[in-house]
Nanobody
C-alpha cells in the first residue's frame, strides 16, 4: 500500500519560510509525478505544484517564484520549500504521488501564516 507522510508544518509569520517534507513508504522512482496540494478552511483542495520523474516542475500562478518542489530519490522524499509566505497560504498541505494505478495522498500538515 502506498503511504506518504508529510512533516514540517507549523506557524510562521508573513514573509517567513518553511520547508515541508513528504516521505514515501516505497521508492518514489515508481511515481511518474509527485507534488503538493492544499486546502484552506471552507475551500476545496487545490493543486500547488508538481515535479515529474525527470525533475520538471510546474506551479500554480499564485506560488510561482515563492515555492520550490524538489525530490531526493535516494531518500524517497519530496520537498516543498515555501518562501515569502502570505496569510492566504494558510492551509493544510498534502503531498501526492501518481503512478499508473492512481493518485495517492498523504494525511496533510497544517501551515498557518499569521503575525
Amino acid at each position: 500500500q502506498e503511504q506518504l507522510a508529510e512533516s514540517g508544518g507549523g506557524l510562521v509569520q508573513p514573509g517567513g519560510s518553511l520547508r515541508l517534507s513528504c516521505a514515501a513508504s516505497r521508492t518514489i522512482s515508481g511515481y511518474s509525478a509527485m507534488g503538493w496540494g492544499r486546502q484552506a478552511p471552507g475551500k476545496v483542495r487545490e493543486w500547488v505544484g508538481t515535479i515529474t520523474a525527470s525533475g520538471t516542475t510546474n506551479y500554480r500562478d499564485s506560488v510561482k517564484g515563492r515555492f520550490t518542489i524538489s525530490r531526493d530519490n535516494a531518500k524517497n522524499t519530496v520537498y516543498l520549500q515555501m518562501n515569502r509566505l502570505q496569510p492566504e497560504d494558510t492551509a493544510v498541505y498534502y503531498c501526492f504521488g501518481q503512478n499508473p494505478y492512481g493518485i495517492y495522498w498523504g494525511q496533510g500538515t497544517q501551515i498557518t501564516v499569521s503575525s
